[in-house]
């Protein structure tokens, strides 16, 4: 759905489905993508994040994160974690570092924050003494309130003050009809899936400072019209926010 050659028959078979159904789902995926890039340019640019742990990283496509973080700052270090052993291969293959900064590639999962943050890949790479941005993009609808909301505040609990967390998460408020085919097809493939209210996704960021314009559609978050079309209300399906730990 967002180009690019690494997919398998499986892959393109799902998404002509969906796209068939929905043709406004490239363009949501393109603009689920896109608000990753402006809040990781935000983050180092305007923020002076020069640390990131990605978690929930999927099969790369370009730019990356790294890319961003490192195209700002050469020395900027990022861990990408993802539970899917097939994104991990093709990370490792696909995602190089620049020679000053770091990249390291953690098979890991959300729901053990300890053993994550103990992982001597992600130590190396990381000093957790410093502010790190923790970016869940496109990660917590797989999971409900009960388990995603502690395990957040886990991860942020072991990061220093001035840290960031980094959001985006499905909702069925901009594009329900839309919403509710994704979700039945999710469901269809056996993966738990949660969309959320604004009000929810806000939960993510009790006791953080909630940076402007706070929790809203991925299209309003820093429209960049220069990077490409900003679509409307009705083409995404997703809340993003950026909040700083006090
Ligand atoms: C929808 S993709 C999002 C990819 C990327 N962050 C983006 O926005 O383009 C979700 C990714 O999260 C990974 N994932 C799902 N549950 C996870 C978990 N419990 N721990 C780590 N990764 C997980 C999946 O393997 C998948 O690669």
């Known amino acids: 759905m967002l180009g690019g050659k690494t997919n398998f028959a499986a892959d393109r078979a799902a998404a002509d489905k969906i796209i068939a159904e929905w043709p406004g789902s490239r363009a949501s995926a393109s603009a689920a993508r896109a608000v990753m890039h402006r809040m990781v340019r935000r983050l180092a640019a305007v923020h002076g994040i020069r640390q990131f742990l990605d978690i929930g990283t999927g099969i790369p496509t370009t730019p990356n994160l790294h890319e961003v973080a490192q195209g700002i700052d050469s ?15 093709h990370a490792r293959t696909l995602l190089a570092g620049t020679s000053q900064g770091r990249t390291a590639y953690v098979e890991g999962d959300f729901r053990e924050p300890a053993k994550l943050l103990a992982d001597p890949a992600l130590r190396q790479t990381l000093d957790l003494d410093r502010p790190v941005a923790l970016t869940l993009i496109n990660l917590v609808h797989f999971l409900s309130d009960e388990t995603a909301l502690p395990l957040v505040a886990e991860l942020l609990g072991a990061l220093p003050p001035g840290s960031y967390l980094a959001l985006s998460a499905g909702t069925a408020d901009s594009a329900p009809a839309w919403a509710a085919i994704a979700s039945r097809r999710y469901s269809e493939a056996g993966i738990e899936n949660h969309l959320r209210t604004r009000a929810q996704v806000e939960r993510f960021f009790a006791g953080l400072e909630l940076d402007e314009p706070g929790v809203v559609l991925i299209n ?3 429209p960049d019209p220069a990077a490409g079309p900003v679509p409307p209300d009705g083409e995404v399906m997703a809340y993003a926010g950026l909040g700083r730990k006090p």
């Open 75 to 89: 020395a900027s270090r990022i861990v990408y974690v993802d539970n899917d052993p097939i994104v991990l291969a």
């Open 220 to 222: 309003r978050w820093h």
